[in-house]
C-alpha cells in the first residue's frame, strides 16, 4: 500500500530544521550553516558512483516516489500575498522532483508547469485532501512530504506520516524552528526503527509502531 514518507529532514543536536530570519540568500535561516552539508556531499558522492551510508539515505529517498507534498516555506522565502508569479521556486526551470508537487498555502495561484515533468499545485484544502490527491497523482507509488517544519508537524499530528527520516548533525542553533515541539499525541504511535551514523550525521528513521 502506498505511504507518506518524510527524507532526509535535517535537525541540529537541540532539534531545529530551520534557523531564524529566512529570507533568499538564507534558505534556512540564520545560526545553521551547513546543516544540509552532509546531504550536499552525498549527492555529489553519487553522480560520481560512489556509496556509504549517506548516499544510500539520498538513494532511498528518491525510491518509488510518485510526488511530493510542501508547504509554502519550502517553496519560497515569501510570505503572505504573491507580489507577482515570477517566483517559481529554488530550482531553476527544471526542478528535481520530476512528478506533480503539492504546495500548501493560503494564497493560491495558477499551476505552474515546469521542465522535466514536474507541475506546482497551490492549495490550501486541508490535508487529507491533498494526501489523497497526491497518491492518486503518485499512480500507486508513495508521496514524498517535505518542509517546511509547521508542514511536517501538521502530517504528524494527524498521524498520517508512515515513514519519517531524521538525519541529526553536529550543530547547536539555539533558536528557530524546531521539528518536534508541540506535537502533543502526535509522535507516540512511531518507533524508531533504524538508527545509524556516518561521520557527518546520525540517521533516525521512525516508522509506525
Known amino acids: 500500500m502506498p505511504e507518506l514518507r518524510v527524507h532526509n529532514l535535517t535537525v541540529t543536536l537541540d532539534g531545529f530544521a530551520a534557523g531564524t530570519d529566512q529570507r533568499p540568500d538564507a534558505p534556512f535561516g540564520d545560526g545553521v550553516d551547513g546543516l544540509h552539508d552532509w546531504m550536499f556531499a552525498a549527492m555529489r ?12 539515505q539520498v538513494e532511498r529517498s528518491l525510491d518509488n516516489i510518485g510526488a511530493t507534498i510542501m508547504g509554502r516555506n519550502m517553496f519560497g522565502p515569501q510570505r503572505g500575498p504573491w507580489p507577482d508569479e515570477s517566483w517559481r521556486g529554488w530550482w531553476g526551470e527544471d ?3 520530476h512528478h506533480d508537487v ?3 498555502t493560503h ?5 505552474l508547469p515546469m521542465a522535466g515533468g514536474t507541475t506546482f499545485h497551490f492549495t490550501d484544502e486541508p490535508i487529507e485532501t491533498v494526501l489523497r490527491r497526491a497518491f492518486e497523482a503518485a499512480g500507486g507509488r508513495d508521496v514524498r512530504l517535505g518542509g517546511g ?3 511536517v508537524q501538521r502530517y504528524l499530528r494527524a498521524g498520517l506520516v508512515d515513514e519519517l527520516h531524521l538525519a541529526v548533525v553536529p550543530l547547536l542553533a539555539g ?35
Open 45 to 56: 558522492e553519487r553522480a560520481e558512483g560512489r556509496g556509504g551510508i549517506d548516499v544510500d
Open 149 to 151: 517544519v509547521a508542514t
Open 95 to 97: 526542478p528535481p522532483f
Open 107 to 111: 494564497h493560491l495561484r495558477p499551476d
Open 175 to 209: 533558536r528557530g524552528e524546531r521539528l518536534l515541539d508541540n506535537l502533543g499525541e502526535g509522535v507516540d504511535g512511531y518507533r524508531v526503527a533504524e538508527l545509524i551514523a556516518s561521520p557527518a550525521a546520525v540517521h533516525a528513521r521512525l516508522v509506525r509502531r
Open 102 to 104: 503539492f504546495v500548501h
